[in-house]
């Protein structure tokens, strides 16, 4: 079956610029995430949404950041004004639900670079 | 904090050999540990989970250890082949907010 999809894989921008990352989970996942992951760091957790309730957005770095879950399927992540140290790879994954044994399934991630 | 530590940075081994990799944490309270094989330019993908209770977990020729005591995991891989070629990153979930507190990753290079 498809996998966790995002588009586009691959992105640069002029530091300034808005961009849209998009993430399509998993039919039937009713838990998405977004994390960034930079050169040489581990993961870090951005958003995390969870059916209809309301997000968890505890991980957004500024309010330059913000993302939405429309129709409890498909998410859009959008930055604002990007900066230099934006650039990295968004990863998105979804799961059936959040619990002890959770399986997240990830995308192939949006490779952004901002000059 | 919550911090989860992955060693060595990077590793190269031969085709056939066996591996372990490390994993500290001082995540707290303990949920459960991950850990996920990520090759270059692809999304992570999970090998193993276990909870407080398991202290070893099968997946084919990776077989992870979890000591909650001392805080430590060990991904251990067996006959290693060309495709083992990845990033192995270790993931703690603390069960007060389920977050996951991702380590940096051991870079696994197997040469033929």
């Known amino acids: 079956g498809a996998g966790v999809s995002q588009s586009p894989s691959n992105k640069v921008t002029e530091k300034g610029k808005d961009v849209e990352l998009r993430c399509d989970p998993i039919?039937?996942?009713?838990?998405l995430y977004w994390y960034r992951q930079s050169l040489g760091q581990g993961l870090e957790f951005l958003i995390y949404?969870?059916?209809?309730?309301?997000?968890?957005k505890s991980g957004l770095p500024s309010d330059r950041f913000s993302a939405e879950r429309t129709g409890g399927s498909v998410s859009t992540l959008t930055i604002q004004r990007t900066q230099q140290e934006d650039s990295a790879v968004y990863l998105c994954?979804?799961?059936?639900?959040?619990?002890?044994?959770?399986?997240?399934?990830f995308g192939p991630g949006t490779r952004l670079l901002v000059l | 904090k919550n911090q989860v530590e992955q060693s060595p940075q990077s590793l190269i081994i031969l085709e056939g050999k066996n591996c372990t990799l490390q994993c500290n944490y001082t995540v707290s309270p303990f949920s459960n540990l991950r850990w996920y094989k990520q090759d270059t330019g692809r999304g992570p993908v999970s090998l193993t989970i276990?909870?407080?209770?398991?202290n070893t977990k099968s997946n084919g020729r990776y077989t992870a250890t979890l000591d909650a005591d001392t805080k430590q995991s060990s991904l251990h891989i067996t006959a290693s082949q060309l495709s083992d070629s990845a990033s192995y990153i270790c993931?703690?979930?603390?069960?007060?907010?389920?977050?996951?507190?991702f380590g940096t990753g051991t870079r696994l290079k197997v040469l033929a």
């Open positions: 949404f969870q059916g209809n309730s309301a997000p968890d």
């Open positions: 993931v703690v979930s603390d069960s007060g907010t389920y977050k996951y507190i």
């Open positions: 276990m909870t407080f209770s398991e």
């Open positions: 039919s039937g996942h009713t838990a």
């Open positions: 994954a979804s799961s059936f639900e959040r619990g002890i044994r959770e399986t997240q399934y």
